[in-house]
């Protein structure tokens, strides 16, 4: 069982930065793909970002394309979320998964964080 643990969430203002990291508590972290999920009140759990076990591939949800950077390192059994630009409809609950099929839905997902809050004012 990976344990995984998230920080870095808060508040901040329309156009800020965030950035989240997600440390796990082993080294079979490098086996798995990671991916950031978030959920805001009332919707259903929402694909992010993800990266591959060597972090050379990333694939983004189009609504964060261009905004958000997600990346690893291996060496610390970490993953990270930067997040650029924000607007108040990324606020949400933004949660570390791990998995070992290609992730675009929860179904794919092996492992989860205990989420992080992200909150944008306007």
């Known amino acids: 069982q990976v344990q995984l643990v998230e920080s870095g969430g808060g508040l901040v203002q329309t156009g800020g930065s965030l950035k989240l990291s997600c440390v796990a508590s082993d080294g079979t972290f490098s086996l798995y793909r990671v991916a950031w999920f978030r959920q805001a009140p009332g919707k259903d759990r929402e694909f992010v970002a993800t990266?591959?076990?060597?972090?050379?591939?990333?694939d983004y949800a189009d609504s964060v394309k261009g905004r958000f950077t997600i990346s690893r390192d291996n060496t610390k059994n970490t993953a990270y979320l930067q997040m650029n630009s924000l607007k108040p409809e990324d606020t949400a609950v933004y949660y570390c998964?791990?998995?070992?099929?290609?992730?675009?839905?929860?179904?794919?997902?092996?492992?989860w964080g205990q989420g992080t809050q992200v909150t944008v004012s306007s």
């Open positions: 998964a791990l998995g070992r099929k290609p992730i675009r839905t929860p179904k794919e997902i092996d492992f």
């Open positions: 990266i591959n076990y060597g972090g050379d591939t990333t």
